[in-house]
């Protein structure tokens, strides 16, 4: 978690001039729409994806069910379609399969992975190392915000093919702010002392801020073993709050934008519902909530927000394992390279 405001800077000094170059050779050829394929952790970076194509780029765009190709054998007619596979390892036999019928059906293929000399950067016609660097724990930390840069910049190297900048000033505040974010350890651990006996959890955002209720879910679960339940603002209104108590524990992501807006009635129900609700998010939203972890969204992107977003929850996924007696780095059951077909 503490090299991430290092691997952001990479990416800005070493890896956006590469990404652009990418940019401007997948523009050219003018891809209609776009697929994008993952699992895990990067699948959590390729929905944040998903809503970049559609609002910066106005490409409709969509997620992938691998089984369709590799247990079911479709072959749908992928031409104009860019694929974009994002994935830690590159290792994942189903990604590399997948990727692979979607170039013979005639998909132009983008790899975006931690791994440059990996099978599916072999495979793909383009690739985009996120330069994250060896990740020894099991739950991925640097390798998701390394991702979530790297889509950014070529999303916005593709809506503005040629230029040198695209994207890059916008994003050059946050290595700094993820640093100030990632020291604030005593805030974090106050707010992991109340999970440490939760029997379960919700995560709640809208927008861009989704993807981050996803991925802090994940990281719960798979460290803690806390059932988190995540769910789009929308969606928990549309049933899922009736399980929602004075005794239930939920995190909601404020995007600080037209997501966070859109997630301010769903704020209501849930404080008329009495629901232990920690919110984190800009210093505005959160100085209404009984707790909650305030992030330097000021002059920062809507879009750009996730990448500090999960910075906290990581941390108390962290301390939350740590006060249950657990070890967050070696979750039981879990390899670094799942083998999924």
Known sequence: MAE?????RRILVEGAPRIRVVAEQIAARQPRFVLLTARGTSDNAALYAKYLFEVRLGKPCGLTSMSTTTAYGARPDLRDCLVVTVSQSGGSPDLV??????????????????NAGSALAGISEFHIDVLAGPERALPATKTYTAELLALYLLVEGLRVPGDLVAGDLAARALPDLAESVLARHDEVRALAARYRFAERMVLTS?????????????????????????????DLLHGPLAMVDNISPVIAIVTDGKGGQALRPVLERLRDRGADLVVIGGHAEVGRAAAGFALPTDGVAEELQPILEILPL????????????????????????????
């Open 206 to 234: 809208r927008g861009y801020g989704y993807p981050t209720a996803k991925e802090a879910a994940l990281k719960l679960m798979e460290t803690s073993y806390i059932p988190a339940l995540s769910y789009s603002g929308a």
């Open 314 to 341: 990581q941390r108390l996924a962290y301390e939350v394992t740590l006060a249950r007696g657990q070890d967050p780095d070696a979750p039981r059951s879990l390899a670094k390279i799942t083998e999924t077909r």
């Open 4 to 8: 991430q405001p290092d691997v952001l």
């Open 97 to 114: 399969a997948s990727t692979r019928a979607a170039r013979e059906a005639g998909a132009i293929t983008l790899a975006v992975t931690n």
